[in-house]
């Protein structure tokens, strides 16, 4: 703006600068001064850089508190619903399987006491024959005879031929049910097979023959098992 002859005191204020404000200038010495003290408060406009303060509006983030309604989980509590399975007692009632004791009638097995009655008198030895036609009898047992392997209390043993050997006891063999039994033997490098039978109420036969059915000898021998039953 131009000059217009008034003292600096009767200038208009200027609110603000712009492009086309003049300003004037003192020399004095080496130091330029501008004499318009007013021009000091222009300077204040720069307080509106105040305005930063606004960003304390952050503080809103406080908001987050509200996570704290977690405190719900509490209700986990009612599981102790759980007490009723206190009911598991009803197995008590097992007691019922005593009603096994029925199997005791299995007791009928005693029955087997009706073994048949032996109804038979027996004569069981081993017999040997040796040198001299001398007999050794060992008896086993014995209800027959006496045991004195003498008739005619008890059954005596002699060879009358040969191969042949007589079992005599006065009057014990009247029964038609009477068993000899004896193996075959080996003697004198001879097998000799052996068969009994009854031949009159006084004595049973022993003969002892070859593989070829002949009788020509007694062969000595040692602890021929012989059984006799009288039915």
């Known amino acids: 703006m131009a000059l217009t002859g008034k003292t600096i005191s009767e200038l208009n204020y200027l609110s603000a600068a712009t492009s086309n404000t003049l300003f004037p200038v003192e020399l004095s010495g080496i130091t330029y001064y501008v004499p318009f003290s ?4 222009v300077v204040g406009s720069s307080g509106t850089s105040g305005s930063s303060g606004t960003n304390g509006t952050s503080g809103s983030s406080g908001i987050n508190g509200t996570s704290g309604s977690s405190g719900t989980n509490g209700t986990s509590g009612s599981s102790g619903i ?3 399975s206190g009911s598991s007692g009803i197995n008590g009632t097992s007691g019922s399987s005593g009603t096994n004791g029925t199997s005791g009638s299995s007791g009928t097995n005693g029955t087997s006491g009706t073994s048949p009655i032996v109804n038979y008198t027996i004569y069981k030895v081993l017999l040997s024959y ?3 036609g001398l007999f050794t009898i060992t008896q086993l047992q014995n209800t027959i005879g006496d045991g004195s392997n003498i008739s005619p209390n008890d059954i005596e043993w002699s060879n009358p031929f040969n191969g042949v050997l007589r ?3 006065t009057g014990a063999f009247s029964s038609s049910n009477i068993l000899i039994e004896m193996p075959s033997i080996s003697a004198g490098g ?3 097979l052996c068969t009994g039978s009854k031949s009159t109420t006084n004595f049973l036969t022993v003969n002892m023959y070859l593989h070829d059915g002949t009788q020509t000898s007694t062969p000595y021998f040692s602890n021929l098992p012989i059984e006799i039953r009288i039915y």
């Open 130 to 132: 040796g040198v001299g």
């Open 38 to 41: 007013g021009m000091s408060g």
């Open 167 to 169: 079992a005599t006891k």
């Open 190 to 192: 001879n097998v000799y």
């Open 82 to 84: 759980n007490g009723t």
